[in-house]
């Protein structure tokens, strides 16, 4: 089964400019969860979708926003970058079948730099 | 709210040494709980997550971590230390209704030959 998929790997923006992130869960994973991750701030839960739905979301302001389409994959984008917004974004699927204790399955992520 | 913290930003163990990363979790309800390891440019991966079938859990690579309810620990061991396990361990925590992970700071293992 392929694992998780991210794309792009890499991306350059310049302050202001909007950015969208794409994740393509591994095959019959229902959930799509959203990290980013950051020297300074470590791991950090942005959102999480099921089924089109968005279950939760972390402590990040709106210009972060994200869906999920129909057939699972996920976009999430950042409006109006800073340079704060540098990390690497990681996305996590997973079956949902048995609630918060299945296994989250990472993506290699996307590095944004923000200059 | 759950959340973990992980005790030391670096270890440095000889090659053929004990592993021992310290996770200590707060959280007001039976957690659940991972181990992730990330190697240098990818992406995070289980080595273990511990749902209350039993405390001490087997993972991949000759990892082990042991839940104790008294301490609110889940330290993670490796009886003896590969070139290969050098990278960074996340400890993570996750409530019943979370639908999220809360990672710690992450440990930075070091391997010396």
């Known amino acids: 089964k392929a694992g998780v998929t991210q794309t792009p790997r890499y991306l350059i923006k310049t302050r202001g400019q909007q950015v969208t992130l794409s994740c393509s869960p591994i095959s019959g994973h229902r959930s799509v969860s959203w990290y980013q991750q950051t020297p300074g701030q470590g791991l950090q839960f942005l959102f999480e979708y099921f089924s ?63 200059l | 709210a759950q959340s973990v913290t992980q005790l030391g930003s670096h270890v440095s163990v000889s090659e ?62 490796k009886p003896s230390a590969h070139m290969s396990d050098a990278a960074e361990y996340f400890c993570a925590v996750s409530g019943s209704n979370d639908y999220k992970l809360s990672f710690g700071a992450g440990t930075t293992v070091t391997v010396r030959a």
């Open chain 1, 52 to 114: 089109e739905t968005q279950r939760n979301k972390g402590n990040f302001p709106g210009r972060f926003s994200g869906r999920q389409f129909s057939n699972s994959r996920s976009e999430m984008n950042v409006s109006t970058l800073e340079l704060g917004d540098s990390a690497l974004y990681l996305c996590a699927s997973s079956l949902d079948s048995a609630g918060a204790q299945e296994t989250q399955y990472f993506g290699p992520g996307t590095r944004l730099l923000v």
């Open chain 2, 16 to 77: 053929g040494a004990l592993v021992l990363l310290r996770c200590n979790y707060s959280s007001s309800v039976p957690p659940y709980l991972f181990w992730y390891v990330q190697y240098p440019n990818q992406g995070l991966q289980l080595l273990l997550k511990y749902t209350s079938a039993a405390t001490l859990v087997k993972g991949i690579n000759g990892f082990e971590a042991e839940f104790k309810k008294s301490e609110t620990s889940f330290h993670l061991t």
